[in-house]
């Protein structure tokens, strides 16, 4: 099957930022599909590419890029990898300061724009950005297949289990001992594998930077510069709980997911559906997998956080917009799930507007006014576009 067969759920927003920007930026994890991607929305047209992990493509913009660049204005051009030279944000400033013709630049980084040193501030007002994620639902019908493989395109497109196996593996170990180092976080190459190890085997657990520090024999300090730089390469995703000035008492901790539950198995050993379902990780993660699908299913601003009380009340994800809970979700994995009477709570103190038990059975049915039983696709497909 061929990774370009797939329409990505970003391609019409992409061209309305090429028609709106004079660059646009598209960032993501490696091996996401970010050049593949850009290369075929710029078919329509004349486009240079540059890779700045070729040493080659960074010497032609080493001199004087202002003068390299101005060669190709009437083409766009494509900057893929541009942290590894973050000095070119000063110069695609000036260039587009004289000339703000939209859809001139597309810029791609493997790291956030709070990584990408300065971008975000140099090119204010000049760029736009959106974020490239793993396949999702939208994008791909085989739920199963998607959960076990995770949706990196060469995983989940991979012509065998045992291959998709292989081509993950070597992205862990490549991202530790290289691509780590490349983007900036220098640390030890048997340390950070402890690391994610740990990341895995507590996925979707509370953060607690002191016991993870204990855990693999380092400072607190350490951790939070570990799980901040994760978090802007987009392998981790943190999940902050909800807090308002309520007369509760709070968990004020955050929640650690690894985004790509590929990865996840991989991590822990996990090959087949049925030893995921026979792992006691089983049920984190599916509910790292049913969060990481709902919020990249959106296009528009929302925000999403976790509920839970020290008294017990919790609920897996609240969808916000506007400072309005337009949801509470609970996820289960299992065809029956119930719901608790600590759901309930959630809802009432977070005055959410539905209530949802997300299973992985068929069928989808109300248990009460406001509380509707589903299964993942259902929701993706039906509810979010109305929420």
């Not at 004079?22 to 993501?28: A, L, N, Q, R, S």
């Not at 530790?176 to 895995?200: S, V």
């Not at 609920?315 to 065809?335: M, P, Q, S, W, Y």
Request: proline share 3%; charged share 25%.
């Amino acid at each position: 099957m061929d990774s370009k067969k797939i329409i990505r759920q970003i391609n019409t927003l992409f061209q309305e930022y090429l028609d709106l920007f004079p660059v646009t930026g598209i960032v993501g994890p490696r091996q996401v599909g970010k050049t593949t991607l850009t290369k075929e929305m710029a078919n329509n047209q004349e486009f240079l590419y540059l890779d700045m992990e070729r040493q080659a493509d960074r010497a032609k913009l080493s001199q004087d890029a202002a003068y390299f660049l101005a060669q190709f204005k009437n083409q766009c051009v494509i900057i893929d990898e541009i942290q590894f030279m973050p000095e070119l944000f000063n110069e695609l400033r000036g260039i587009v300061d004289n000339d703000r013709r939209p859809g001139r630049f597309i810029i791609l980084g493997s790291a956030s724009p709070d990584l990408i040193r300065g971008s975000s501030e140099t090119l204010a007002g000049r760029i736009g950005y959106l974020e490239l994620s793993p396949f999702n639902l939208n994008e791909v019908e085989d739920l199963k297949k998607l959960w076990v493989r995770g949706g990196f395109p060469d995983s989940y497109l991979a012509p065998s289990d045992k291959a998709s196996k292989l081509w993950r593996r070597n992205f862990i170990q490549t991202y530790i001992q290289r691509d780590l180092g490349l983007l900036g976080l220098n640390t030890d190459i048997k340390l950070m594998e402890r690391f994610w190890q740990l990341l895995a085997s507590t996925q979707g657990a509370l953060l607690n930077a002191q016991q993870f520090g204990r855990a693999i024999d380092v400072d607190r300090k350490t951790i939070t510069h570990y799980i901040n730089f994760l978090e802007g390469a987009f392998i981790i995703r943190i999940l902050q709980p909800w807090y308002k000035n309520l007369k509760k008492r709070l968990v004020k901790s955050p929640k650690v997911y690894i985004r790509d539950t590929g990865i996840l198995h991989s991590l822990l050993g996990l090959d087949s559906y049925e030893s995921i379902l026979n792992h006691i990780i089983v049920g984190n993660s599916w509910e790292g997998f049913v969060i990481e699908q709902i919020i990249n299913s959106y296009e528009e601003e929302r925000q999403f956080w976790f509920y839970r009380t020290h008294q017990g009340a919790e609920c897996d994800l609240l969808i916000e917009k506007n400072g309005e809970v337009l949801a509470a979700i609970e996820i289960k994995f299992g065809t029956s799930p119930s719901v608790s009477k600590g759901f309930h709570i959630s809802m009432e103190d977070t005055g959410a507007k539905q209530g949802f038990i997300i299973g992985n059975g068929e069928e989808t049915y109300k248990i009460e006014e406001k509380i509707t039983v589903t299964n993942l696709n259902h929701f993706v497909k039906e509810f979010i576009p109305m929420l």
